[in-house]
């Protein structure tokens, strides 16, 4: 398959979590055209197990779809540089007043592959241990916690349509519980 060639990217506007940016491309057949990339610097998402075997989701409200959304804990890395696992236990202790005494990675997802350059890194935290939550001052989160057997039909059903919450399910699920 022969390559594009991106020659051009221009900053239009810097947000606080991303930048709007304008590629200038060369397709394999010689056309310019432009594109637009989000361009992001990473974020990391961690699926809470409890010794019981239930599933932490924080429900929480979302702007982008105007209204509440069950997911797993997650948010952006601090820095570019910051490792995502230390970024995963962060946010699981601030949103959900657990910490975690064993973390192990799960997959990476590009949750909006055609305009980001998004890559949230998710992992499986085990061995909690209770502390207090810390919300950041725009933060209204409530725990849920549910079986694995429990959240498989609320992905069926479109109860839960997050899809760093949904990949992270079934990747524990068929990593974990499908032996």
């Not at 900053?11 to 304008?22: E, N, S």
């Not at 989000?38 to 961690?46: F, M, N, Q």
């Not at 924080?58 to 540089?81: C, H, T």
């Not at 694995?148 to 039909?153: Q, W």
Request: proline share 4%; net charge negative; aromatic share 10%.
């Amino acid at each position: 398959m022969k390559e594009f060639q991106r020659i051009n990217r221009r900053h239009v506007y810097q947000g606080a979590i991303l930048d709007f940016c304008k590629d200038d491309i060369i397709t394999p057949k010689g056309n310019q055209v432009e594109w637009d990339y989000l361009e992001h610097k990473g974020a990391a998402a961690v699926l809470p197990v409890m010794d019981d075997g239930r599933i932490i989701l924080v429900r929480q409200w979302r702007n982008a779809i105007d209204r509440f959304a069950l997911e797993i804990p997650a948010g952006g890395k601090d820095s570019v540089d910051e490792p995502t696992d230390v970024c995963a236990a962060r946010e699981l202790e601030e949103e959900t007043g657990y910490r975690c005494g064993k973390i192990e990675f799960l997959q990476s997802i590009v949750p909006a592959i055609a305009y980001s350059g998004e890559v949230i890194d998710t992992y499986v935290a085990w061995n909690l241990e209770k502390t207090e939550q810390s919300l950041d001052p725009d933060e209204e989160i409530e725990l849920e916690f549910y079986t694995v057997e429990e959240l498989m039909p609320m992905i069926l059903n479109n109860e839960i349509n997050d899809s760093k919450t949904v990949a992270a399910i079934l990747t524990y699920y068929y990593k974990y519980c499908n032996k």
